[in-house]
């Protein structure tokens, strides 16, 4: 049982490049969470999803898009990366069952020179 | 910012006492949670304490709510050096399944 996939692990990107963070979860969970860690700022939600083909705003969405084509599948895309955004993005899930804690991938560290 | 705030920032104490952080939220509240960080890796739930609670205990953790003053603590008794970590609080607002964390509080526990 894998729980939740990010891939890539790392990444370097240089400015006005653009790249795709992916998010697998093999839970059959509902909802899905993209979060970015800067230091000192904890966690800040991104986008969220509540299930297959929704998506909708978290705290800081400005620059980053996602997608959830499929319901293990939870895609953060940056169309043109900026410095602002080298931090290191989380993913998570969650079932909509009574248990509700988020499961959390291992983060992928982004610098974007 | 929604985002909730935890005390200490940072906490250093010897092994076998105890850890007390804090919690504040902005928002009305269906539950929340504490989670663990080791090293920058993925967070790990540890205890989730709803809206209508307030007290839970897990093991040597424990976790009061006081949804009036919208604060939360969590308590480690009798801590080890593995409990060095970050720990954050994360609150599910009511009526949506947004999960808005915390800043942190930074552990370290000497051996």
Redesign the interface.
């Known amino acids: 049982n894998a729980g939740v996939t990010q891939t890539p692990k790392f990444r370097v990107l240089k400015t006005g490049q653009s790249m795709t963070l992916l998010c697998a979860q093999d839970m059959n969970h509902e909802y899905m969470y993209w979060y970015r860690q800067d230091p000192g700022m904890g966690l800040r939600l991104i986008h969220y999803s509540v299930g297959e083909g929704t998506t909708a705003k978290g705290e800081v969405p400005d620059g980053y898009n996602v997608s959830r084509l499929k319901k293990q599948n939870f895609l953060l895309g940056l169309e043109s990366a900026a410095p602002s955004q080298t931090s290191v993005y989380f993913c998570a899930s969650s079932s909509s069952d009574l248990i509700e804690k988020l499961f959390f991938g291992s983060g992928t560290q982004l610098s974007v020179l | 910012?929604?985002?909730g705030e935890?005390d200490p920032?940072a906490l250093s104490i010897q092994e076998g006492e105890n850890a007390t952080m804090n919690c504040s939220y902005k928002t009305s509240i269906n539950?929340l949670?504490w989670?663990r960080q080791n090293s920058?890796?993925?967070?790990?739930?540890l205890i989730?304490i709803r809206s209508n609670e307030r007290e839970k205990h897990s093991g040597r953790l424990r976790v009061t709510l006081d949804t009036s003053k919208k604060s939360s603590s969590l308590l480690i008794t009798a801590s080890r050096a593995a409990d060095t970590a970050s720990y954050?609080c994360?609150t599910?607002d009511s009526g949506t399944?947004?999960?808005?964390?915390?800043?942190?509080t930074r552990l370290k526990v000497l051996a």
């Open positions: 910012s929604q985002q935890e920032q539950n949670q989670y920058g890796r993925g967070l790990v739930h989730l954050f994360a599910r399944y947004k999960y808005i964390f915390g800043t942190g």
